[in-house]
């Protein structure tokens, strides 16, 4: 899968000063008005405001960072909605994260050789001089996939792919290594890993 890491850093107003524009595309992710958002509607927005072919089909990336987001935050809210949804103010925290899980995303898309959205062992120890580009040395490819193989179901799924990666700190060698900030990387360390 190749990614115009580019396009994507464009498209996710990220930064200190683009407060404004988080602002806007939070509106345009709320068709509702309602003040928060759902996993529909941000997934919707990936292809009707983000327009990004690729951030849509990666709905695994989505709905993880979507997950992790609603709850970095306790919600202010008096309705008692805002701890089920996503608020103005963990929007910036979503942009970052879905950018990090695409990364992820698209990491193990190029170790799940079938594309059937899991790798087993054959994918794992076949992929392990191009996961090590990413991650550091791996000793051992079939201890290392029994451990990340979590629910010891003798495959590795995406969400369990995701714990190990954020442990590894994994690093795609062809997108463009920007900086999550250390708040936004510590937030999914702690919430990405439980």
Known sequence: MSVDWDAIYEKLPT?????????????MFDPNGNGILSLAECDKAMRDVICIDELFDAKPAIMRAWQIAKN???????????????????????????????????????????DDRRINLEEFTASQELMEKWVGPIEDAEAEFGNIDLNEGGVVLFDEFCKWAITKALDLDDDDDAELGENTQEKMEKLGTD
């Open 15 to 27: 930064g200190k000063d683009q407060k404004d524009q988080r602002k806007e595309m939070f509106m």
């Open 72 to 114: 970095c935050t306790k919600s202010k809210r008096p309705d008692g909605h805002g701890d089920d949804y996503i608020e103005f103010r963990e929007f910036k925290f979503f942009l970052c994260a879905l950018r990090q899980y695409f990364e992820y995303f698209v990491a193990f898309s190029r170790v799940d050789a079938d």
